[in-house]
């Protein structure tokens, strides 16, 4: 109950396009859903949350999708570009329990 | 301004050996958390500390010790190292108690290599 799936493993998407990864996790307990991405021998940064009350946020080029009753969420990043390319990573928490990180997307761009 | 340092950047040593890493955070925060990203990338916790106190205690060999001298440090000492100890450390803040809706700061790890 404490996993976070997340998929694709890795993604290439030609520059402009739009790059999606999915998450899914089984705690309904869960109530606050980050994306953090991470570059190269960097640690992670928080890019964009959501909280289950709302069914889409958007950042810029950036948009959380929720759906509360299959739970899942998902990122969906427009007009990506080279500097885009990292591995991303969702995550849950919430009620007291701390945060499951999915194990992560490496996302390429390509010029 | 760093907001959140670690020490030693790079941690090579030998099987068995005793190493600890630092970590200070200078944002005021309650929370500070250590995390092993293993060679596929997978992020996951190890301990939660909240105001010195130990709030998460994950599944981890009693090799590893973490210290809170105060609420602005959280050091981890590593016993008897093994291979399998060869990850990429983090160090991570909040500004509340750990599992709230709190953005988490990540220092920028320590990559250890145990020979």
């Known amino acids: 109950q404490q996993q976070v799936k997340q998929s694709p493993q890795s993604l290439i998407v030609q520059k402009g396009g739009i790059s999606i990864i999915n998450c899914a996790y089984e705690n309904t307990a869960f109530d606050y859903f980050p994306w953090y991405q991470q570059f190269p021998g960097k640690g992670p940064a928080l890019l964009i949350a959501i909280r289950p009350d709302v069914s889409e946020k958007k950042e810029g080029r950036f948009t959380i999708s929720f759906n509360k009753s299959a739970k899942q969420f998902s990122l969906h990043i427009m007009d990506s570009q080279p500097g885009d390319s990292a591995t991303y990573f969702c995550?849950?928490?919430?009620?007291?329990?701390?945060?499951?990180f999915g194990p992560g997307t490496r996302l390429s761009v390509l010029p | 301004d760093t907001a959140v340092s670690q020490t030693p950047k790079y941690l090579v040593t030998q099987m068995g050996n005793d190493k600890s890493i630092k970590c200070e955070q200078n944002?005021?925060?309650?929370?500070m958390y250590w995390y092993k990203q293993d060679s596929k990338k997978f992020l996951k916790i190890m301990f939660s500390?909240?105001?010195?106190?130990?709030?998460i205690n994950e599944t981890v060999p009693n090799r590893f010790s973490p210290k809170s001298p105060d609420k602005a440090h959280l050091n981890l000492h590593i016993n008897s190292l093994e291979l399998g100890d060869s990850a990429v450390y983090f160090c991570?803040?909040?500004?509340?108690?750990?599992?709230?809706?709190?953005?988490?700061?990540f220092g920028p790890g320590t990559r250890l290599l145990v020979l």
């Open positions: 991570a803040s909040s500004q509340g108690a750990s599992g709230m809706q709190e953005t988490q700061y």
């Open positions: 944002l005021g925060h309650d929370t």
């Open positions: 500390y909240n105001n010195k106190e130990l709030i």
């Open positions: 995550a849950a928490s919430g009620n007291g329990q701390n945060f499951v």
